[in-house]
């Protein structure tokens, strides 16, 4: 998703990078939408209500070699603010992080239409004025479902919390080589990421939105600098398929009640242990409410879910 990308959703290559000081660009200027079908491996049409998402790592991989630094920490939007604004606050740590959102969609478009080879806009002229057009964008979600767009975090003064930072096998502030895989574990403990999870596992696609604020250069004189910013192997490049950098989805999902604890479709004494076990050792699997708290209301809801 960028303005000026002639042949989206079929190219071997994709970029992220950031346009926080240009007028009519998003501050989030190229983003790296993907879409994985999980119809086939999550059980579609349960209702929203019976789905929860245990835990997600998500991985993609970098292309070029060592054109960015590695930083595998949040930065605050302000640090991407002009020098010259008085909002502005120092970057403490070389480089910029890549992290991870769900998609909004605008339009006319929405999970069941969304393709990727969807157009970038449909109602605008990127030419003239770029902002808060694209069709899927990187946003936040509430707990019922509310997306909002943060391409223009910056601008807008948000502070959206992305469901994971990437890391990789690299120490801060190092030279990202070609091939390094960023690693993502997904924060899960947020109402509206579980919702847009199960609505994800109901219909049967969970889109993800990768995105970064790495600068791109340009000169009006001398044209595009350097790249330096990350370009990531896409699902469609032989390369990365032959040898395995292809973006990956790695899921845990509970569909149905947690009544059945183990999943053997008996509920008896053998999910009452199994559930005091993954409780007493804080597993993510017994956090029921999602609030990523081992409390009463965990049990409490294991005890509705067990004898209804
Ligand atoms: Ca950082
Ligand atoms: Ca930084
Ligand atoms: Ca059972
Ligand atoms: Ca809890």
Redesign the pocket.
């Known amino acids: 998703m960028y303005p000026f990308n002639g042949t989206p959703g079929t190219r071997f290559l994709a970029a992220t990078f950031g346009a926080p000081t240009l007028e009519f660009f998003d501050d989030r200027d190229a983003q790296y939408i993907l879409i994985f079908n999980t119809g086939g491996l999550v059980p579609t049409g349960q209702g929203i209500d019976n789905y929860r998402t245990v835990s997600a790592t998500l991985t993609v991989t970098v292309y070029n070699d060592s054109e960015f630094f590695y930083d595998g920490t949040y930065d605050p939007m302000a640090s991407y603010r002009p020098l010259d604004d008085p909002a502005h606050v120092p970057d403490v740590d070389v480089g910029r992080p890549i992290n991870l959102f769900p998609v909004g969609y605008r339009d006319g478009f929405d999970l069941t239409n969304w393709t990727e080879t969807s157009p970038f806009n449909v109602v605008g002229d990127p030419m003239t004025d770029a902002s808060r057009i694209r069709t899927a964008y990187c946003a936040e979600y509430s707990a019922d479902g509310v997306a909002t767009d943060v391409s223009l975090a910056v601008r807008d003064g948000l502070e959206p919390q992305p469901l994971g930072t990437g890391q990789a096998d690299l120490n801060p502030g190092d030279p990202v080589p070609a091939d390094t895989t960023f690693v993502f574990e997904l924060d899960l403990c947020d109402p509206g990421v579980q919702r847009y999870f199960a609505e994800a596992f109901d219909y049967g696609r969970l889109n993800l939105a990768v995105v970064s604020m790495h600068g791109a250069s340009y000169d009006p004189d001398i044209g595009p600098g350097d790249p330096s910013y990350p370009i990531y192997y896409t699902s469609e490049n032989p390369l990365g398929e032959l040898l395995g950098l292809t973006p990956t989805l790695t899921l845990r999902v509970r569909v149905g009640s947690a009544g059945?604890?183990?999943?053997?479709?008996?509920?008896?004494f053998?999910?009452v242990l199994e559930f005091l076990n993954d409780f007493n050792a804080q597993r993510p699997a017994a956090d029921l409410n999602s609030d990523c708290r081992f409390d009463f209301f965990d049990v409490l809801q294991f005890l509705n879910e067990f004898s209804s």
Request: proline share 0%.
């Open positions: 059945d604890f183990n999943g053997d479709g008996t509920r008896d053998f999910d």
